[in-house]
């Protein structure tokens, strides 16, 4: 497939490209499609982190399409991890659900960088949704001693079947979609408080990690270097 403009932007910034091998796939839950692939040398050449998502590219009639997914439970001594995929209308869900196994897809690598702050914080506060649960589980294993406050919003009940690795002293939240998310930011905005010894990771919606991000930052002030926000998804 052809690539476009955007995979040679990603090109020139130190993006690195991989072929993706599927080795398996299962249905979760009736609206999810999770697959098993073979990365290609991408862990290998990469290493591993928490949150770490890479670019897929898809073929939507004759265009490249990028689309960004969380690696989820990735295994440097193999290769493997898997992808998870909402089953919606779109050119990714429709891939997914068409895959088998030897089927190949590429991938980009540029952007994904976290680390956990050294040293560790006292606590962490997290908001996400089902987008980005597989990122919040994954942060959630890496700091399975940390005490953690979670916020998740769901758009449907189905979601709150998802399965969030919480321990005991993870405390989660799930929280319907209202008001164009405005319900969540509002929920989050009243409880969330200031700690100089906590770490604050906001991924959802991106007006609503933006509305949060910026009631961390200028009504708690909370310090910038202990915040990490992205915007998993757009509604408009």
């Known amino acids: 497939m052809k690539r476009n403009w955007e995979a040679l932007v990603l090109k020139a910034m130190g993006g690195r490209d991989f072929r993706l091998t599927v080795l398996d796939a299962e249905s979760v839950g009736g609206a999810y499609r999770r697959l098993l692939v073979n990365g290609g040398g991408l862990l290998e050449s990469c290493g591993v982190h928490p949150t770490m998502w890479i670019r897929l590219w ?52 540029q952007g994904t960088a976290f680390q956990l702050p050294d040293p560790a ?38 979601e709150q079947a998802l399965p969030v690795r919480a321990r005991k002293h993870h405390e989660v939240t799930w929280v319907p979609r209202k008001d164009e998310g405005r319900y969540l930011v509002e929920t989050v905005c009243a409880a969330l ?41 757009s509604a408009r």
């Open 193 to 233: 408080p200031a700690a100089d010894d906590a770490h604050y990771w906001f991924a959802c919606e991106a007006a609503s990690t933006r509305a949060v991000t910026r009631h961390a930052r200028r009504t708690l002030g909370v310090g910038k270097h202990q915040v990490t926000s992205l915007g998993y998804w």
């Open 58 to 109: 898809f073929d939507d009639g004759g265009r490249p399409h990028q689309r960004a997914y969380t690696l989820v439970d990735p295994d440097p001594a193999t290769g493997r991890f898997h992808l998870e995929f909402a089953l919606h209308d779109g050119c990714a869900a429709r891939w997914a659900v068409a895959a088998r196994a030897g089927d190949t897809i590429d991938a980009t690598v």
């Open 121 to 158: 914080p006292r606590h962490l506060y997290l908001v996400g949704d089902a987008a980005s649960l597989p990122a919040v589980n994954s942060l959630l294993d890496a700091a399975a001693d940390i005490p953690a406050t979670l916020w998740l919003e769901y758009a449907d009940e189905g």
